[in-house]
T-cell receptor, first 110, second 114 residues
């Protein structure tokens, strides 16, 4: 299957941590990605994780991967107003094809 | 160039007209991809190029859609006889090669068919 599912909305207070969750279906996916899309802009690659890893940390971003449950999460520490955007989870389903979720709209409130 | 560029950034057209969308990939990237993003939905894969050839066109919604790539660089996505349901953001991405290389996206072309 090629379905990637994400919750559609997340509201978080500035300074708190945000956690965006994603489930995927293709157990053979080698890479899983998080992309960020700001209003009117294209997709910006935030981070990715190789499927043999459980966790990857990059500054304020932490990616957790649970292969058994096919669950991927992105944690943003100390969320800022500039983090307001749509976040897309994606899995590689072939050498060239990515399957994307519908995106989680993150709203950061003061 | 520094990143993937697309033109035009916005396009409004009348139903039944043809449109051409252009993508300039990152210099040296051999793989190029087209996606469509409809309102409130994720990205839908349309087609990808390895060099100038398109091994997988399976995502093209209908025979009104076609794409080409010349010189291993610029690609054009053409939609003939546009319909209102073609209204979407068309995103282009490129990667150094396929084999699960990271895809870098352009800003997209917002197409509105009236």
């Amino acid at each position: 299957g090629e379905d990637v599912e994400q919750s559609l909305f997340l509201s978080v207070r500035e300074g708190d941590s945000s956690v965006i969750n994603c489930t995927y279906t293709d157990s053979s996916s080698t890479y899983l990605y998080w992309y960020k899309q700001e209003p009117g802009a294209g997709l910006q690659l935030l981070t990715y994780i190789f499927s043999n890893m459980d966790m990857k940390q990059d500054q304020r971003l932490t990616v957790l991967l649970n292969k058994k449950d096919k669950h991927l999460s992105l944690r943003i520490a100390d969320t800022q107003t500039g983090d307001s955007a749509i976040y897309f989870c994606a899995e590689s389903i072939s050498d060239y094809k990515l399957s994307f979720g519908a995106g989680t709209t993150v709203t950061v409130r003061a | 160039g520094a990143g993937v560029s697309q033109s035009p950034s916005n396009k409004v057209t009348e139903k039944g007209k043809d449109v051409e969308l252009r993508c300039d990939p990152i210099s040296g990237h051999t793989a190029l991809y087209w996606y469509r993003q409809s309102l409130g939905q994720g990205l839908e894969f349309l087609i990808y190029f390895q060099g100038n050839s398109a091994p997988d066109k399976s995502g093209l919604p209908s025979d009104r859609f076609s794409a080409e790539r010349t010189g291993g660089s610029v690609s054009t996505l053409t939609i003939q006889r546009t319909q209102q349901e073609d209204s979407a953001v068309y995103l282009c991405a490129s990667s150094l090669r396929t084999d699960q290389e990271t895809q870098y996206f352009g800003p997209g072309t917002r197409l509105l068919v009236l």
